[in-house]
Each structure stands twice: as C-alpha cells, then as structure tokens.
C-alpha cells in the first residue's frame, strides 16, 4: 500500500502563488509515476501535471507555463509550485502515484486538498 498526503492548499489572489505538497509513505519502493489532478464543483477531475521516475513532465495545456511540477525522492515527496493563479484554478487537487505490480499497475490517491483563487 502507498499512503499520499497532500498539504499546501488554501485561498489566494488571482495572480498569486501557491505550492502544494505530497508526502508518500508505504510502499514507495516501485512507485514509477506521480501526479497531480484537479477536480473542480460539477466537473469531472482532470490532469494537472505528470512525472515519471525519470523526471519527465508532462502538463494540461491550460496550465503550461504556469505550474511546476517536481519530485524529491530522498523526501518522497511531490510538489506543484503554482504560479499566476486564476479562478479557474479553483478546484480540489489530489495527488497520484501510480505502482506496477506484475502485469497490473495499482493507482493511489491522496484525501485532496482546496485551492481557491478569488477574483
């Protein structure tokens, strides 16, 4: 098992900062990649940003340039530095490891945590 815990969210300004973090415990041994997900009030969750073990990135286009996402694997530990924020942003954002085991690949999510970005 992999336990996620996410910190970090809160209410900021349009155009203000935030980072978020995720603490992995458990099984962290095989985790390959990690995530970050965001779900919005009446929308479905969507992908934020992605990092593989070899630390290549991935990013949903509406927030290209904007976020940043990393991983610090002596801290086992998942950031998104989130800059230029809108209220577009505002969603709950969770984090997610994803685990192969044999042929199978185990997907973890972490209890969420609120961004809110005011006008």
């Known amino acids: 098992q992999v336990q996620l815990v996410e910190s970090g969210g809160g209410l900021v300004q349009a155009g203000g900062s935030l980072r978020l973090s995720c603490a992995a415990s458990?099984?962290?041994?095989?985790?390959?990649?990690m995530g970050w997900y965001r779900q919005a009030p009446g929308k479905q969750r969507e992908l934020v940003a992605t990092?593989?073990?070899?630390?290549?990135?991935n990013y949903a286009d509406s927030v290209k340039g904007r976020f940043t996402i990393s991983r610090d694997n002596a801290k086992n530990t998942l950031y998104l530095q989130m800059n230029s924020l809108k209220p577009e942003d505002t969603a709950v954002y969770y984090c997610?490891?994803?685990?192969?085991?044999?042929?199978?690949?185990?997907?973890?999510w972490g209890q969420g945590t609120q961004v809110t970005v005011s006008s």
């Open positions: 997610n490891a994803n685990r192969p085991i044999g042929a199978l690949t185990h997907v973890y």
């Open positions: 458990g099984s962290i041994f095989s985790i390959n990649s």
């Open positions: 990092i593989s073990s070899g630390s290549s990135t």
